[in-house]
């Protein structure tokens, strides 16, 4: 933000009595990201019953240098941080806590710099000699998720043995007795046993869902379904285990098994679904998440195979937030079969989450069978934007999932606004033809949003949303906001839309400012005046410094001059 418009915010808020309270940073206070012990150790306090603050104690020469290090990573100068954490980790400095931290860091600052290899081994230095790195150590679980970040991301590059390594650390981790399971698969003309269910329990309710046929019957029929009653025996011993600390020690790699997962993909001998098909295979205390990855995985194949195995999760699987992420996946498939499972899902549930999932993969959808395609997803949302036994803020966000859509015209959104009876949808509505009418100039429905503007039945935020919508339109430009503020709009809230209407201008039409200034000047609504002052304080033009200051010095009552003819009402 340029001096000018610092100078001309800070006047603006003056101006309409704005105060900033309880919100200054106390002295010596090191509230970063990714510092809070430093913060939560240096900020000053006040006593509860005097006004009397501790003075801020020196920093040390290494607390200076952590901060200066992460306030260095968070301008992306990662040069400069990975040069300070070597300082610090180099315990040349008298005070040694930092030590470890600054090992985690500069390592983190050489993955971004792309300096594999150093970061890699930075870690290892600090597992094998830090206490804080090692298991239930406070840095334990962010050293090993960026250990195998930069694990997968060297296996990807082509180093062959690094990807055989994680392969065999997921073996290696796998001991059935810690209640883990295998599943053999060639790799490379060799065997290998790879991780199939590895993740934590949600939770009784979603677990217990219902009892249905299990979507690989396609394939498998013979397969027995469990009952409802053995589902619930299965849960009841997964939550005795977990009682007794065996399930967290089972889980606790799960890490490492989604990142053998990850790297298992890459290799072009794999048949990936196959391995899929067999993690999904698996129900115990650990597939949770290994599920939910799994699905993402499937939907990245975009084959017929890959969607009937979503759709199939979608209809079968016990567990919600696997089907949700079955349902969000939906939209890369240009199938009918897929198309229809997210309509007749949206259509039925009466879950917040798992419609809106299927409303957000409908508007991402590539579903065309002819124009018939896109008239059937169209046409799917416009039901449920008007369906009144759907939660209005399901509504909404099939209203905006309209807007959202490229293939939905300006004239879909109007035609649907008379059966909108609520006027919050029909703001949303109104909101969404604006991003369209400004994305496409569409004056048709520019002129439409007018007449709602001047419509007195309407509420005067549903008709404030359609002053918007009309004033997104190219041939809308400041002289004409302008003289339709002067001799048309006499109602307040009007003309607040209006002045900012013009502001929005500001950056394109250098004549905004001083309009503005022109209008604010003659202005007898005292809300209108502050809001117009705020936005013009916000406009960065350096002729409206004087304007400002000169209505600091100037009493209100002599700054408002009457309009020829009188007030208006």
Not at 51 to 62: G, L, S
Not at 447 to 463: K, P, Y
Request: aromatic share 6%.
């Amino acid at each position: 933000m340029n001096k000018c418009k610092r100078s001309l915010m800070a006047l603006g808020m003056a101006l309409i009595g704005v105060a900033a309270v309880d919100t200054a940073v106390l002295p010596g206070s090191l509230s970063l990201l990714g510092a809070r012990s430093l913060a939560a150790q240096d900020s000053t306090t006040v006593a509860p019953d005097s006004a009397a603050v501790r003075p801020p104690r020196t920093y040390t020469q290494e607390e200076n240098m952590f901060v200066e290090a992460r306030r260095a990573i968070s301008a992306e100068d990662f040069e400069r941080a990975a040069e300070l954490f070597a300082a610090i980790r180099s315990g040349r400095l008298q005070n040694k806590r930092y030590v470890a931290d600054a090992f985690y860091w500069e390592a983190f600052t050489r993955y971004r710099q792309g300096d594999l290899e150093d970061a890699r081994l930075l870690l290892e230095v600090l597992m094998v000699g830090h206490d804080e790195a090692q298991r239930h150590g406070r840095l334990y679980a962010d050293v090993r998720n960026l250990h195998l970040q930069i694990r997968s991301q060297l296996a990807a590059r082509g180093d062959a043995g690094e990807a055989e390594q994680l392969l065999r650390e997921a073996e290696a981790t796998l001991d059935p007795m810690t209640g883990f399971d295998v599943m053999p698969v060639e790799v490379g003309g060799e065997i290998r046993h790879l991780p199939v269910a590895l993740a934590d329990v949600q939770g009784l309710a979603d677990t217990l869902l219902r009892t249905r046929p299990d979507p690989r019957d396609v394939t498998r029929p013979d397969r027995a379904q469990p009952t409802q009653s053995e589902t619930l025996t299965q849960f009841t011993a997964q939550v005795a285990a977990r009682s007794q600390g065996q399930e967290q020690e089972a889980c606790e790699d799960v890490s490492v098994q989604l990142a053998a997962l990850e790297a298992l993909m890459r290799f072009e001998e794999v048949n990936r679904m196959q391995v899929l098909r067999g993690v999904l295979d698996r129900m115990d205390e650990c597939s949770l998440k290994l599920h939910e990855q799994t699905v993402v995985l499937i939907a990245r194949e975009e084959t017929a195979e890959a969607a009937g195995l979503l759709i199939g999760v979608v209809e079968y699987h016990p567990e919600q937030s696997v089907r949700i992420a079955a349902i969000s996946e939906l939209w890369r498939f240009d199938s009918t079969a897929a198309f229809t499972r997210l309509s007749t899902t949206l259509a039925q549930s009466d879950d917040y989450r798992t419609q809106v999932a299927a409303i957000n993969a409908l508007r991402r959808s590539r579903y065309w069978a002819g124009p018939s395609g896109a008239t059937a997803i169209q046409d799917q949302l416009i039901n449920t934007a008007l369906s009144t036994s759907k939660e209005a803020r399901i509504r909404r966000e099939a209203i905006r999932a309209l807007g959202r859509r490229t293939a939905v015209k300006g004239a879909i959104l109007t035609g649907i606004y008379p059966n909108i009876e609520i006027d919050g949808l029909k703001e949303s509505l109104l909101n969404a033809l604006e991003s369209k009418i400004s994305a496409t100039g569409d004056e048709n429905s520019a002129t439409w949003a007018f007449e709602i503007a001047f419509t007195r039945t309407e509420s005067a935020d549903v008709r404030g949303e359609a002053f918007g919508a009309w004033a997104a339109a190219p041939s809308v430009d400041v002289p004409r906001l302008a003289g339709l503020f002067r001799d048309s709009l006499s109602e307040p809230f009007m003309r607040r839309h209006a002045l900012y209407a013009i502001y929005q201008r500001a950056d394109s039409d250098p004549n905004a400012a001083p309009t503005m200034m022109e209008l604010i000047r003659d202005e007898q609504d005292e809300e209108v005046r502050e809001r117009g002052i705020y936005w013009l304080g916000r406009t960065g033009s350096e002729e409206a410094v004087d304007f400002l200051l000169q209505l600091l010095r100037t009493p209100p009552a002599d700054t408002a001059a009457h309009r020829p003819g009188g007030p208006r009402h």
